[in-house]
């Protein structure tokens, strides 16, 4: 039960990680940087290492309650 409850929780603020990830970074890339390629792409990889961080640290603190537990 509790596996579930964190993988729910993951992915609940994995998402909204991402999207403020996403967004702080988009703003960022288009207002202060001259680079090459696309910004919305490196504001999506910026997204997704949020969403990935989040969900597997509500994860991984089930390992560690059970292991304390």
Known sequence: ????LSVILGLAFGLLAG???YAISY???KRNWSFRGSAARMAF???????VFFFVAAVGLVAVLRMVM
């Open 45 to 51: 990889r910026s997204a997704l290492v949020a969403f």
């Open 1 to 4: 039960m509790i596996l579930e």
């Open 19 to 21: 999207v403020c990830a």
């Open 27 to 29: 703003n960022e890339y």
